[in-house]
């Protein structure tokens, strides 16, 4: 169980995914990512785009930088399918019907302390 590190501010393509050198969006994180691993969002240096993405195995996903990271969705429909923890995390400008569908019956989603907008 590895943990990972993105940031508005980060690079996908020159980071490394750690605190010091964060990827830029949560797409690299869940491609480089692996069942079970932690991957963090700096809330403390803007918002992260909110895009469509199927996690095929859990991941826990929080913030960190002492407040609540924010994903906005923009104006396209965006939709996370599978199995996640979300901590401390506002989504918001979201487009669609569906924003979360569990497409197995292993999937597993919560949320704590999140908001909606």
């Not at 403390?44 to 895009?51: E, I, K």
Request: charged share 10%; hydrophobic share 30%.
């Amino acid at each position: 169980m590895a943990t990972y590190y993105i940031s508005p501010i980060g690079n996908d393509s020159t980071g490394a995914g750690t605190s010091v050198s964060p990827w830029q969006t949560l797409s690299k994180a869940f491609s480089s990512s692996t069942t079970n691993d932690t991957i963090l969002y700096d809330s403390a240096n803007g918002n992260n785009s909110w895009v469509t993405q199927g996690i095929t195995s859990f991941r826990n996903i929080s913030s960190y930088g002492g407040g609540t990271a924010i994903l906005d969705g923009g104006t396209t429909t965006n939709m996370w399918y599978g199995s996640f923890a979300v901590t401390n995390v506002q989504f918001q400008n979201y487009v669609g019907t569906v924003a979360f569908l569990i497409n197995d019956t292993n999937g597993i989603e919560t949320f704590t302390n999140c908001k909606f907008v």
